[in-house]
């Protein structure tokens, strides 16, 4: 089992309940398939709005202190031993239960971080990417599948990690 870490950047955003409803949504048949054990939704400040549907949906809502990063934050209250970090309004694609199930079931003590595909990111983060896929990942981000107690030890990946492939896209609601 994984837990679902989404991060809201924007709290203030007034589409930010609706991108929220269509991340949990989407996560819905991971949870009736055995694979999404709980959800965390992390931001800047406390947001009653983002409060409230974390209690409807049984979801934890957690502030990241001043000065952490997100992830960070998120995997302190996630309960499972691998993470799926998301951002707010992020979807997966069609199958992506079984090919996450499959990652964690055939994911050797060594294999840290695994990286689903974002098609809607933009040029900058595409070409970030591409050159971490060749001198490794120092951070996590949005679409990074993370073992829990590497994220909650530090923020940081060092020595830097190469992902191993998530063959799964993430859509934007």
Same mark, same amino acid.
């Given at each position: 089992m994984i837990s679902a870490l989404i991060y809201v950047a924007r709290p203030n955003d007034p589409d930010v309940v609706d $991108?929220?409803?269509?991340s949990l949504g989407a996560l819905v048949e991971g949870v009736a398939a055995g694979l =999404? *054990?709980?959800a965390v939704i992390i931001a800047a400040s406390h947001h009653a709005a983002l409060d409230a549907v974390a209690e409807a949906t049984g979801a934890t809502f957690v502030t990241r202190p001043n000065g952490t990063r997100p992830w960070s934050a998120g995997a302190k209250a996630a309960r499972r031993e691998w993470v799926l970090c998301l951002d707010v309004g992020d979807v997966? *694609?069609?199958g992506w239960i079984r090919a996450?199930? #499959?990652f964690i079931g055939t994911a050797g003590p060594e294999t840290i971080l695994g990286r689903l595909r974002r /098609? $809607?990111? *933009?040029l900058p983060s595409r070409l970030v990417a591409r050159g971490e896929s060749v001198i490794g990942v120092r951070s996590p981000r949005a679409g990074d599948l993370v073992r829990r107690d590497r994220l909650v030890?530090?923020?940081?990946?060092s020595p830097r990690l190469? /992902?191993? #492939? =998530?063959n799964v896209r993430l859509d934007r609601a």
């Amino acid at each position: 089992m994984i837990s679902a870490l989404i991060y809201v950047a924007r709290p203030n955003d007034p589409d930010v309940v609706d $991108h929220l409803a269509d991340s949990l949504g989407a996560l819905v048949e991971g949870v009736a398939a055995g694979l =999404v *054990g709980d959800a965390v939704i992390i931001a800047a400040s406390h947001h009653a709005a983002l409060d409230a549907v974390a209690e409807a949906t049984g979801a934890t809502f957690v502030t990241r202190p001043n000065g952490t990063r997100p992830w960070s934050a998120g995997a302190k209250a996630a309960r499972r031993e691998w993470v799926l970090c998301l951002d707010v309004g992020d979807v997966p *694609g069609e199958g992506w239960i079984r090919a996450i199930d #499959r990652f964690i079931g055939t994911a050797g003590p060594e294999t840290i971080l695994g990286r689903l595909r974002r /098609p $809607h990111a *933009g040029l900058p983060s595409r070409l970030v990417a591409r050159g971490e896929s060749v001198i490794g990942v120092r951070s996590p981000r949005a679409g990074d599948l993370v073992r829990r107690d590497r994220l909650v030890a530090s923020a940081d990946f060092s020595p830097r990690l190469r /992902p191993r #492939r =998530v063959n799964v896209r993430l859509d934007r609601a």
